[in-house]
C-alpha cells in the first residue's frame, strides 16, 4: 500500500512557462513533506520542505503548497528553466520519525522542460 | 571530498558472489540511510542507523547485511543475490537530533546482478 502517490509518471512544459508537479498522500499523520530533485547518473537532491503547520513555503522560484484537508501538495517552478529537468520525488514523514529521519518517497514525476 | 560518497558506483555480480558498498558522509551527520530504487518505483527504504544503532529494518531478506563501524561509515554486504535485486542502492545522511529531515544522498550504486 502506497502512502505517498505522485499520479503523473511525466510532465513537459514550455521554457518560462510553470511546471506543477503533484503529490498526494494517505497517512494523516504525515507531518512533513520534502521535494527532492534527481539528475540521471547522481542521487537525490534535497529542494525544499514544508510543514504541516504551513500551507505554502517559498523559496526563489519554487513554492511548495500544501492542504491537509485534501491530504495534496504540489510544487510549483516558475518560470521553468530546461536546467530543471529531472525526475522529482515527494517525500513524507510522520510523527515519531524525528528520531529515525524515516522518510516515505513517492514514485516520481519526470519534468522536461523544454527551451 | 564533500557530502556523501558511495563506492563502487558500478557493480556486477554474479549470483554466488560476496560484495560490499560502501557509503561515507562528511557531513558530521548521526543517522545514514540505505535505499534500493527499482525502475519505476519508490525509493524503498531498506536500514536506518542512528548513533551507529540499526533502528530500522524494513523487511530486508538476509542476503543484505548492513554494518554501520562508525557514525560517518556504512556497509551494504551482498551475498548470493538474485536478479531481481539489480537496482540502483543509494545511501542518505541526516541529522535527526535538529529535527530537520533533510536527507543527503549520495551519487548510488547502479547493481547488476546476474
Known amino acids: 500500500d502506497q502512502q505517498v502517490k505522485q499520479n503523473s509518471p511525466s510532465l513537459s512544459v514550455q521554457e518560462g512557462r510553470i511546471s506543477i508537479l503533484n503529490c498526494d498522500y494517505t497517512?494523516?499523520?504525515?507531518?512533513?513533506f520534502l521535494w527532492y530533485k534527481k539528475y540521471p547518473a547522481e542521487g537525490p537532491t534535497f529542494l525544499i520542505s514544508?510543514?504541516?503547520?504551513?500551507d505554502k513555503n517559498e523559496d526563489g522560484r519554487f513554492t511548495v503548497f500544501l492542504n491537509k484537508s485534501a491530504k495534496h501538495l504540489s510544487l510549483h517552478i516558475v518560470p521553468s528553466q530546461p536546467g530543471d529537468s529531472a525526475v522529482y520525488f515527494c517525500?513524507?514523514?510522520?510523527?515519531?520519525?524525528?528520531?529515525?529521519?524515516?522518510?516515505?518517497f513517492g514514485q516520481g514525476t519526470t519534468l522536461q522542460v523544454k527551451p | 571530498e564533500t557530502g556523501v560518497t558511495q563506492t563502487p558506483r558500478h557493480l556486477v555480480m554474479g549470483m554466488t558472489n560476496k560484495k560490499s558498498l560502501k557509503c561515507e558522509q562528511h557531513l558530521g551527520h548521526n543517522a545514514m540511510y540505505w535505499y534500493k530504487q527499482s525502475a519505476k518505483k519508490p525509493l524503498e527504504l531498506m536500514f536506518v542507523y542512528n548513533f551507529k544503532e540499526q533502528t530500522e529494518n524494513n523487511s530486508v531478506p538476509s542476503r543484505f547485511s548492513p554494518e554501520c563501524p562508525n557514525s560517518s561509515h556504512l556497509f551494504l554486504h551482498l551475498h548470493t543475490l538474485q536478479p531481481e535485486d539489480s537496482a540502483l542502492y543509494l545511501c542518505?545522511?541526516?541529522?535527526?537530533?535538529?529535527?530537520?529531515?533533510?536527507?543527503?544522498f549520495g551519487p548510488g550504486t547502479r547493481l547488476t546482478v546476474t
Open positions: 514544508i510543514s504541516s503547520i504551513k
Open positions: 517525500a513524507a514523514s510522520a510523527h515519531g520519525s524525528s528520531n529515525t529521519g524515516k522518510l516515505i
Open positions: 497517512n494523516s499523520m504525515f507531518d512533513y
Open positions: 542518505a545522511s541526516s541529522q535527526v537530533e535538529r529535527g530537520a529531515l533533510e536527507q543527503y
